[in-house]
């Protein structure tokens, strides 16, 4: 690869000699500042200046050396430890040459162009060499249209290569995604941002941190055209730029903002402006918007300049802070955002306050900071979001059946690619040949998806004595890491950890497996670290650990520089890179020394909950303070949390979280998404001090019943917490009748009626197969197929007659509730009678309702939402 690299940076540079003596800056001051910012950032990145900068000792042209000096200026720590200057340079180059080829390229204004082309990182993806492969694909396939013809046209490329998929928060760089044909919304938006730009066209990743009438968050993109910003949706084409699924729900959103790459520099609006980067505010672009004012207060009435001000949102049953604006010298913080509910907290050190308020009636809020963590409290909060409005007109029938049309043909593109994967006989075959579990080597194979041949291959190049553990490594990473590791890192895992398989350790076969053996600390890209870290520590050093780990925190204490500030994309950085680059921020660091003590054979984990580093001897957990935290020299409190609920059993971040008090703010504890109450053991081992537990029942996209309760852990104290979710006491409204006569046709010609269908109540759920909002309802249901199962109600789903669902096969959906049926609803007949009888001229879709035997329509929920599943059991109970 650094061999092509050269080689494509010389052909480049060759290419772009006619304009060698050009200033990719013009603006002068603006240079002269990228130049003094990037002479900083060579001090800080010192340990790795042979690999980054000797590039520059090259022969570059003034553009050239230009772009890589705005790009080291700016880039974060992880960028700076864990890749190489003659990467970037090949990099910079493509969008060089797209600037030079492309029509629009010497239209783009030199800010826009620094800003949103030339940064080959999006947001926390991995990066890889997408440009410098996909340059001629996407350039051939826009040939000849212009910049908004382009734009559309790379989001079919895109579709035809991707489609949605959720998967865990590691973002996959855009290969990746492309290996695997699919992404959740953080990765199709950095993919389509990555494929915009390599056509030289301004782009950029638009995000709303968390939805206010759902428990989710969205990311999308927006393109520069002409001096404007337009959006749309990433491998999700619209006929028409300014269009998306989401379109209505970032209608009721309470933040929307991207983040700008280098030295702020004319941009509107922005919330944070850091000497690397900007996050502007895009909120009013997409919803009715509202600037409100807080006033910080201490105790003595006096103004408080930089304390922190978080606007927080009820989101995942927890407040999460949408942003953090602190004071400006008159003590106030202000913030556009929605017409919805928030919670404010501001903080000054340890002292702090809060409230609750409703934006639509506010304009100014003044707290004082007198509050201290209270050791006990309870409190409740009905939180509302902004309103659903009159839906905006969409595009004409004609163009939205053309587009359809080309969707199903992006479909069949992408299925083509998806074919030429191992089939699960091959797979079986293959897991015969090696004498190994079929089912097991079939589901690691198939859930590989693009990446099956580094899977197999490294299975079959694992020595017969080693198979059984080369398999049990593959059980221990994520899905993801299935799809995108190549088999070397794999194989120096599994080759670098025999060592220590059968060394007559202290701990059992468990403990060696998830807490040596795995690649996996935390949400961090997996790469080749155990043979580095091992062979880079003193030999000493290595035999000392084993029977005292302690060593090592003092071996990072002397070795590894915390700056938390540089690293703002938050990527971690890798162990590898850490190691070189000796600077790293606090969890870069603290995955490093977990990394280490594996390397060494030592057991380390991150601990559930509070994420604090930890190390395993003499048959218990040892937590790890480094240099730069203070020690908590104390006996653990213990917690025990129960709830007597049957319907819904509370789930962490979706019914509850726990968070503890540190620095003037309530911090969550990290516990596994969906996780029941009744999986979290007896107790839960804490740190003592003050927390805060958060419950909330979303009563229907508008409404929130939420609590509060505020307690206190001693050490060595057992302490029980019951958990208890608010009912909605309100009786449930008919909001509409259907004729329970009318019938459906199933998928043999034959008819059936409503009525025959009903029992236990009726769910018809109208579905695009193709859209993101469809597909988290498929998502959802199983995770209530149980309750769902057990009220016993039919779901009818229905598809519209279109051309775009021609590919969908619901025999691939798995987990939906046993009395499910596929229907098309010809001519939208029966739709048109449910918008008659709830009196709505047209209803995005998904479109869903609960009929009740009788026919009354008790329940309506239509476009995007997420946790449909308990909202049914909620309504049929």
């Given at each position: ?139 051939s396939r826009i040939e000849g249209l212009n910049a908004r013809e382009a734009a559309l046209e790379i989001n079919h490329w895109c579709h035809e290569k991707v489609t949605y998929q959720p998967a865990d928060i590691r973002t996959s760089g855009p290969m990746s995604t492309i290996l695997s044909a699919r992404g959740r919304c953080g990765e199709e938006s950095t993919f389509t941002v990555a494929a915009l730009r390599t056509a030289g066209l301004p782009a ?674």
């Open positions: 690869m650094r061999k092509y690299l050269l080689s494509f940076a010389a052909c480049v540079a060759i290419l772009l000699s006619s304009c060698s003596n050009d200033h990719l800056i013009i603006d002068k001051s603006y240079r002269q500042k990228v130049k003094s910012d990037f002479n900083q950032r060579k001090n800080l990145a010192d340990n790795r200046k042979d690999k980054l900068f000797s590039v520059l000792d090259n022969e570059l042209n003034a553009t050239q050396r230009e772009a890589l000096e705005f790009l080291f200026a700016y880039m974060p720590l992880s960028d700076l430890a864990d890749y190489s200057g003659e990467f970037f340079l090949a990099n910079a180059d493509v969008a060089l040459r797209a600037r030079v080829e492309q029509k629009w390229g010497r239209s783009i204004p030199e800010k826009i162009f620094l800003h949103y082309v030339l940064p080959l990182r999006v947001n926390n993806e991995n990066l890889d060499s997408f440009r410098i492969v996909y340059y001629d694909e996407i350039s950029r990743q638009v995000y709303t941190p968390r939805w206010a009438h759902s428990d989710d968050n969205h990311a999308w993109v927006e393109v520069w055209i002409d001096g404007s910003w337009f959006y749309s949706g990433a491998c999700e084409p619209e006929p028409v730029l300014d269009r998306g699924w989401f379109t209505e729900p970032a209608r009721r959103a309470m933040l929307v903002h991207t983040k700008s790459f280098g030295a702020p520099s004319g941009e509107n609006n922005i919330i944070t402006s850091g000497r690397n980067f900007s996050i502007i505010n895009n909120l009013s672009k997409y919803a009715t918007t509202k600037r409100i004012f807080v006033r910080v207060l201490n105790k003595e009435s006096e103004t408080i300049q930089n304390a922190r001000v978080e606007y927080q949102l009820y989101n995942y049953a927890e407040f999460y802070p949408l942003a953090v604006v602190p004071t400006d010298k008159n003590g106030i913080s202000s913030f556009e955002t929605g017409l919805g509910d928030l919670m404010i907290w501001a903080h000054n050190g340890a002292d702090f306050n809060y409230s609750k308020i409703s934006v639509n009636e506010i304009d100014t809020l003044t707290l004082v900071l007198d509050r201290k963590p209270a050791p006990e409290g309870y409190f409740e909060y009905d939180l509302g979001v902004p309103v659903t409005r009159t839906p905006l007109p969409g595009p004409s029938e004609e163009v939205i059946k053309a587009n359809s049309e080309r969707l199903d043909y992006g479909n069949k593109k992408r299925e083509s690619y998806i074919d030429t994967w191992m089939k699960p006989d091959e797979a079986t075959e293959l897991a015969k040949s090696l004498e190994l579990d079929t089912t097991v080597i079939k589901d690691f194979i198939m859930r590989s998806m693009g990446n099956f041949e580094a899977v197999a291959s490294f299975l079959k190049n694992s020595t017969p004595e080693n198979r059984a553990l080369a398999v049990k490594l593959l059980t221990l990473v994520a899905d993801k890491d299935l799809r995108d590791t190549p088999e070397r890192i794999f194989a120096d895992h599994l080759n670098n950890t025999l060592r220590y398989e059968n060394s007559g350790s202290s701990y059992d076969t468990e403990t060696f497996y998830n807490y040596v053996l795995n690649p996996r600390v935390a949400n961090e890209l997996i790469v080749a670290w155990r043979k580095y870290l091992f062979d880079n520590a003193d030999v000493g050093l290595r035999q000392q650990a084993i029977d005292d780990p302690s060593l090592l925190i003092d071996y990072v204490n002397k070795r590894i520089s915390v700056n938390d500030s540089e690293n703002y994309y938050m990527t971690p950085i890798t162990p590898v890179g850490v190691d070189q680059l000796k600077v790293a921020d606090r969890f870069s660091r603290d995955i490093y020394f977990v990394a280490l003590c594996r390397a060494l054979g030592i057991p380390s984990r991150l601990e559930k909950g509070s994420n604090r580093p930890q190390y395993f001897r003499k048959n218990k957990w040892h937590d790890v303070y480094f240099a730069d935290e203070e020690y908590i020299q104390t006996e653990k409190g213990y917690l025990k949390i129960f709830s007597k609920e049957i319907q819904p059993v509370p789930e962490y971040y979706i019914h509850f979280t726990i968070a503890r008090f540190e620095n003037g703010r309530y911090n969550t504890l990290e516990y596994d998404i969906n996780r029941r109450i009744d999986n979290f053991g007896k107790e839960l081992e804490l740190l003592p001090g003050h927390y805060m537990l958060v419950t909330g029942n979303r009563i229907n996209d508008s409404k929130i019943l939420s609590s509060v309760t505020f307690f206190e852990l001693l050490g060595n104290e057992h302490k029980t917490i019951e958990v208890v979710l608010r009912k909605d006491e309100s009786p449930l409204k008919v909001l509409g009748k259907l004729d329970i006569k009318s019938e459906i046709t199933l998928s043999d010609g034959s008819k059936k009626r409503l009525e025959d269908l009903t029992g236990n109540g009726l769910v018809l759920t109208w579905i695009e197969p193709d859209k993101e909002p469809t597909k988290h309802i498929f998502n959802d249901l199983p995770l209530m197929k149980t309750e769902i199962d057990k009220w016993g109600g039919w779901f009818v789903f229905l598809l519209p007659p279109s051309e775009g669902t021609n590919e969908f096969n619901p025999a691939g959906l798995t987990g939906l509730p046993a009395k499910s049926i596929f229907v098309s609803d010809t001519d939208s007949e029966l739709f048109q009678k449910i918008c008659g009888a709830l009196s709505c001229s047209s209803a995005r879709l998904p479109f869903m309702i609960i009929v009740n035997d009788e026919g009354e329509i008790v329940f309506r929920s239509e476009g995007y939402t997420i946790g449909i599943g308990e909202q049914i059991i909620k309504t049929a109970q």
